[in-house]
């Protein structure tokens, strides 16, 4: 992997899941960068459980000096995704990188997961990535340097993760990334993941996962934005197969690593090599941090299950079923 940075202007961003959160910072990141973005996701109505709709994330990437076009997309449906990627083209002309993070939520194991909301996780988190990198193909190829990037963790085969139905979904969104990585080698398509290290402000924290409590201990999407768009940045010949973490990448490039192997590390696995590249570097990562006087809160699959989670009585499988109480789509 070289890491000397190729340029982003011009370059069309599918993102499949904008209207807020993760999806949106990748957005307002990659528009400061001069690409131009198409946000899809369901909302065109504002919510009082969320913020935001696609129209008002199109509306703040142009406030940024970037293009944007806004497209109401259920992931789930295969005549929507193909009408959205036709649109893009018809627009921009093609399809440069690609982003799918719009996902369901729920952390409730097998009792008490209800097979609807089986299939809704499997159908956004698994088979909407699955779609749209199906369909966004041919134009990737006509690409000088494309990516795709998963929001999907890396594979901790820890069992206790598995006890969770959420965890299936994600890993096989994981699992594209390893298989299309090797497929889409000889096609010079980067395929990677990206994943936090730590709870982030999102409305899957703010609804789901102990609200106000669990943000004061998150750190902003930003830091998520700020990865991606390092990753977008490197050649796509040589940066593919991935796992990244948000922190270890932002640490790098800020600490000017050019060690492509570097990137990759595990925030757990190798914290001291990276703490020492933070010290050697002085590298702060705390205005990243909602609130910096607070502990930061590991994400899942970085780790082991946790047992408590600020806000929520447990975190284990179907004693945390409170905390979910209302599993649904994060658009």
């Not at 990659?30 to 008002?56: D, M, N, P, Q």
């Not at 080698?185 to 982030?200: C, Y």
């Not at 609130?291 to 179907?318: H, N, Q």
Request: hydrophobic share 45%; net charge neutral; charged share 20%.
């Amino acid at each position: 992997m070289d890491t000397n940075e190729t340029s982003l202007k011009g370059k069309v961003a599918f993102i499949n899941g904008a209207s807020r959160g993760i999806g949106l910072a990748i957005a307002l990141e990659l528009a400061k960068h001069g690409c131009k973005i198409v946000i899809t996701g369901k909302t065109v109505e504002e919510r009082a459980e969320v913020s935001g709709t696609i129209f008002t994330a199109a509306a703040e990437v142009i406030a940024a000096g970037g293009e944007s076009l806004a497209l109401q997309v259920d992931v789930r449906d295969e005549a929507q995704v193909k009408a959205a990627i036709a649109k893009t083209v018809e627009t921009f002309g093609g399809i440069d990188i690609v982003i799918n993070n719009a996902g369901v939520l729920s952390l409730t194991g097998i009792e008490s997961t209800e097979m609807k909301l089986f299939d809704l996780m499997h159908a956004v988190n698994t088979r909407g990535p699955f779609m749209v990198i199906k369909y966004a193909l041919p134009y990737l190829r006509k690409s000088s340097n494309p990516h795709i990037l998963n929001i999907s963790p890396p594979l901790n085969l820890d069992p206790e993760w598995f006890q969770f139905t959420y965890t299936l979904t994600k890993y096989a969104m994981s699992m594209l990334t390893m298989g299309f990585a090797d497929e889409f080698r000889q096609d010079g398509i980067a395929v990677n993941s990206l994943w936090p290290e730590t709870t982030v402000d999102t409305a899957a924290v703010r609804n789901k996962l102990g609200g106000a409590t669990t943000v004061a201990h998150s750190r902003k999407p930003e830091i998520v934005a700020k990865a991606a768009q390092w990753i977008f940045s490197q050649p796509a010949r040589s940066t593919s197969g991935n796992f990244y973490t948000d922190s270890v990448v932002v640490t790098m490039q800020a600490a000017g690593i050019s060690d492509p192997a570097m990137y990759a590390l595990h925030p757990l696995n190798d914290m001291a090599t990276i703490k020492a590249v933070q010290v050697a570097g002085k590298v702060d990562l705390s205005s990243y941090a909602m609130d910096p006087s607070r502990p930061l809160i590991t994400d899942f699959f970085i780790g082991k299950v946790p047992k408590v989670i600020p806000g929520v009585s447990k975190a284990k499988p179907e004693a945390n079923t409170a905390a979910v109480a209302k599993p649904g789509e994060i658009p």
